[in-house]
């Protein structure tokens, strides 16, 4: 429910009778009526699909050349992804043909 004076998203709140009312946060504007207000939270039903866990695989990722930082080893996979806001530039992560470590690269 929404305020008819300000258009703010009404919330349940006590009045002093201990009632729960509707009440604009910004202009304080209460709307009263006889419907019962209940405060609860609404649950998704198992609709039964199952997922499969897919083995982690590299082999699809570019192998390019860089230094490990945990064994030195001169090959990793690469993938970038966007992780701040569209105007910052994606993030690099890299993965250790050999140990399989993973870092960012800011470079």
Known sequence: MFCPKDGSLLVPKKDAKG???MTCPTCGHKKTGDKKIVLGE?????????????????????????????CGHRKAHFWMIQTRAADEPATKFMKCEKCKHTWRDYK
């Open 19 to 21: 009632k729960s009312v």
């Open 42 to 70: 609404m649950k998704q039903k198992d609709d039964g699909r199952k997922f499969d866990v897919v083995e982690e695989n590299d082999d699809h990722l570019p192998l390019v050349d860089t230094e490990c930082p945990k």
